[in-house]
């Protein structure tokens, strides 16, 4: 990416870097604000910018006017009336060469967000983008086109987060994230949350929820999703560089899935238009009632290839929690009638993979994809809302992987709030089994289980194709290239301290998995 306004800090190994040198990263174009002319209403631009799903020709482009983000009435302080919204892109900073621009109308039926799709970008390039409305000047954000199909990429830096309860701890990763400078972000679901923390007073930070009732109504979805995007740091973040997201269970309700009754058609009906209102994401991905199209694909050249999986809408019913046993359940979890992905997006996936036009596939999803077995017993079963759970639909799509010889599968899970590497195999209790892919599970950003006894010897030895297992905060930075993939993942050591000159991000374990190779190689 273009050397502008940036200090490089590099976050390389296991070397702890300090909070006082990632704090003084922030470039100037991450919080840039300028005010044009006195307002009829006060700053709407209170939630920031941001940009998402890098095509080679275009990228979304994303605002919500809010001036009073945390009105009950998930309004934003917007009065009952539509507003012209200008936009920009531009080739420079200094927005001396406009590339495009445009006007849009926020109105209210969409909470005042506005999804810009400019086509006709360059394929591979730097643009930066701003809007204007009622004589304010938004923050400028810096975004990126992907490559051209089948272009030539000798490189891909990204990173991958998820898990953000707001009430759980400061969002230090986007600091490091920004001293990283990605040339993309994922983000792999429960970017908000729609109930309050469980954790004790002493475990959480010292910031409160605007209200703390269970989230429902379309309201309060908005004013959950309005708290959370007025963290500076993820704003920051936003601004960037593009991000790819999907959602997980907290986005609604926790552990929903493919049923429905009225009570939760309503809490997805309002949860999937507050996430859309939310997330720069192409109108394709609009809402229809309680209906959303989240799984896509994204290309970066002849280097990389982006699933994105929607683990959650089409997923039979979880099977009561057997803890460890034999029984129904088990029979039930391994039942071929039921499936995690849906036949039309379980299709989709396979027939995608037939062709690999990339080096790496990368299938950025919610949940465990690998087993994690505690007792070395094939009888009994556990992880009913993981994979594991849908134990069928898990192996038609490593039996796909597999036949179809898709060379560097790489799967990226969220959820567990836990850093997790593991290699993938077709049965995990032959440990002699082939393996055909690696899984990178990100820890939370936030959302805490410091307090969960780290897996003993015997249950690694009962599970040899899991390499790696950390309960701290943090997120996973990846680069790509044509010979190998790394994964760091990185830690915070305390994401309770306000102070980040306190605070210590270092990379806590690194792997690599060489091109045509499969399985992870410690660094």
């Not at 590099?10 to 990632?22: D, E, K, Q, Y």
Request: proline share 6%; with cysteine.
């Amino acid at each position: 990416m273009g050397q502008v306004n940036r200090r490089a800090v590099l976050l390389g190994g296991a070397a702890a870097v300090s909070a006082a040198a990632l704090s003084s990263t922030v470039p100037s174009w991450a919080n840039a604000r300028t005010l044009a002319a006195a307002p009829a209403i006060r700053d709407p631009f209170q939630l920031g910018v941001a940009s998402g799903d890098p095509l080679p020709d275009s990228v979304v482009l994303w605002t919500r006017l809010a001036p009073a983000p945390l009105n009950p009435d998930g309004f934003g302080g917007m009065p009952d009336a539509s507003y012209t919204v200008d936009w920009e892109i531009a080739n420079d900073q200094a927005f001396s060469s406009i590339a495009q621009k445009g006007t849009a109308t926020a109105a209210r039926a969409s909470g005042h967000s506005v999804h810009i799709e400019p086509v006709g970008l360059e394929p591979g390039r730097e643009y930066f983008y701003r809007f204007k409305t009622s004589g304010y000047i938004s923050p400028v954000g810096r975004t990126r086109t992907a490559p051209a199909a089948g272009a030539a990429v000798n490189q891909l830096k990204y990173c991958f987060s998820s898990c953000q309860h707001w009430e759980e701890g400061w969002y230090h990763s986007y600091k490091g994230m920004l001293a990283d400078n990605p040339e993309l972000v994922l983000f792999l679901g429960d970017y908000m949350y729609e109930k309050k923390s469980g954790r004790a007073a002493a475990e959480r930070n010292p910031r409160k929820l605007a209200f703390t009732d269970e989230v429902k109504t379309l309201a309060q979805y908005r004013a959950r999703h309005a708290q959370h995007k007025t963290d500076a740091d993820l704003q920051n973040a936003h601004a960037m560089a593009p991000w790819i997201v999907v959602f997980d269970d907290h986005e609604v309700m926790n552990n929903w899935n493919g049923t429905t009754s009225p009570a939760t058609a309503d809490r997805k009906t309002a949860g999937f238009q507050a996430f859309y209102e939310n997330m720069p994401i192409r109108s394709t991905a609009k809402p229809s009632g309680a209906s959303i199209r989240l799984y896509r694909q994204f290309g970066w050249g002849n280097l990389a290839r982006f699933h994105m999986l929607d683990t959650r809408q089409y997923r039979s019913a979880q099977v009561p929690d057997p803890s460890g046993s034999a029984g129904p359940s088990c029979t039930d979890m391994r039942s071929t009638s039921r499936g995690i992905l849906g036949t039309a997006q379980e299709a989709w996936l396979l027939k995608a993979l037939e062709t690999q036009p990339a080096k790496w596939d990368f299938l950025g999803q919610q949940v465990f994809f690998a087993t994690r077995d505690g007792d070395g017993n094939k009888a009994t079963c556990e992880s009913p809302d993981s994979w594991q759970g849908y134990e069928a639909s898990r192996d038609r799509i490593a039996k796909g992987i597999v036949d179809r010889k898709v060379p560097n599968p790489i799967v990226l899970t969220g959820d567990v709030h836990r850093h997790w590497a593991a290699d993938l195999r077709r049965d995990y209790f032959n440990h002699n089994d082939p393996v055909f892919g690696s899984e990178l599970v990100t820890t939370s950003v936030t959302s805490n289980s410091d307090t969960a006894t780290d897996p003993s010897s015997t249950w690694l030895s009962n599970n040899p194709h899991i390499k790696y297992c950390r309960g701290k905060r943090g997120y996973v930075r990846v680069t790509a290239s044509q010979t190998q993939m790394r994964a760091d993942f990185m830690t915070v050591s305390d994401t309770t301290e306000y102070d980040f000159s306190k605070v210590t991000l270092a990379a806590d374990r690194s792997y690599v998995v060489e091109a045509g190779k499969p399985g992870l190689q410690k660094v």
